[in-house]
């Protein structure tokens, strides 16, 4: 355990996206009521800590990140008791709650957003409002990451204001102390509601260049990430518009709020230099840990792989995870979609040290889903279709037995509910076989062997190969191998009398070779 009220040092945090995973009043959308009713299964799976994604008002332009009351339940997900009703069971089962706080933008939809248009003194400079070059053009060439310029006009006040995501998320102004004052506020009324922690939305967005000056292009590799290739987010390079320098000193703000018991994570997006850019926001008095896009955009092989663990050198605040709410569901994009993919990918993210993220479903092996343009409901997705980032896809209503929907709904839900390979949960949970049983074990393994906790070595790395020796863990050394081919390969380590499987994601492992897309954890005294 560490400092943080009780938190496990390197937890394992489970997502909950409300609105997907239980329906309780014939919506066709998850509800808080629906967080409560399930989240048994979270305690049974064996994670430490829940993230519940935005369930705040909002008119959901951005899927909830569009905050217009960060103090209120929107009543598509129920009430404050509602909320203070999921803190209570969650405690009684040894969850912790963290929430996501989405402080770089709001809603324009916002109390405040309403007040600064009309100019009302207290809110006036609440956001970024510029004025027009002479000719009317906008005050710089900034591209916002949903692919259209990063300012849009307001005639109200005949000056453009900025937005770093859609236009309907204006961009707080940072340099205003008032503003932080609300976010103090903000944050203070979750901690009184029993919340244990945050996930910070954007934090190497808040602070930008006061000059506004051009954003230069970006060099090729500069462009890989973050993002689909087809935006034009990513043919800049964010030099200007992104300062994460000033957004990690700003953190210490965010800890002095929180307090020192509060466990904080945050969403690091700053493409090749992602790595370095975490260390800064996790070094002391800031974030626990951050997690980075490298393994979901660059490519889950083994030179990624490894490239992250060097770079990151000490593990821990590295947050480990492949798949979240706005990530193609792994097991599809990395793998066939089958449950022999699905184990080798939690066998791997589960052996790695530091904390570890699980989005909802994926212990189940739900692939992405394909859906038709006509049944999209992300600006996201629906503006790159017919190649869209599969948002959407991965927010399918989780499928909980065989019943109607699938037991999410009783109602056609907001999106397609599909059926992973092995069933829905229920069908799961009474399965030896299954991905879920093998989630829990090896979730209770990674545990038992204390490999949260591990040094890790790089032992070998190429493109269809990863593997690392995992040392001082309270079970003797372990040997993670990860063969990413379609082949069987050598294991490359001895394989001696004293070593053992302590988990392999194949059915049967082929002595002193690995099989093609499975994993191994090999323990040697």
Known sequence: MNARQGWPAHPIIYQIYPRSFQDTNGTGEGDLKGVLRRLDHVAWLGADAI??????????CDGGYDVADAMDVDPHFGTLEDFDAVVARAHTLGLKVMIDQVFNHTSDQHEWFARSLARDPKFEDFYVWVDPKPDGAPPSNWIGYFGSPAWRWHPQRA???LHQFLPCQPGLNHRNPEVHEQLERITRFWRERGVDGFRYDAVTSFYFDPDFRDNPPAEAAQARIPGPANNPFTMQRHAFDMLPEDCAAFIEKFRGWAGDDA????????????IETLREFTSDGRLDAGYVVDLAERGLIGEVIADVVQRMGSPGKLIWWLSSHDQPRQVSRVGDGSPRDARMLAALTLALPGPVLLYQGEELGMPQADLAREVLQDPFDRSFWPD????????????????????FSTVPPWLPVMRPPDGPASVQSESDTSVLAFY????????DLGLGGAGIEVITAYETLFAARLTDN?????VLVVNLGDAPVDIPVSVGDGTTVALSSAAQPSGTQIDARSTLWLQQA
């Open 474 to 478: 309270q079970g003797g050394d372990c």
């Open 263 to 274: 466990y904080l994570i945050g969403e690091i997006n700053d493409g090749p230099t992602s």
């Open 388 to 407: 869209p980032p599969g948002r959407d896809g991965a927010r399918t209503p989780f499928p909980w037995d065989d019943g109607v929907n699938l037991g």
């Open 440 to 447: 829990r074990k090896a979730i209770a393994l990674r545990r």
């Open 51 to 60: 993230w519940l994604s935005p369930f705040f008002r909002s008119p959901l």
């Open 159 to 161: 000056q453009y204001c």
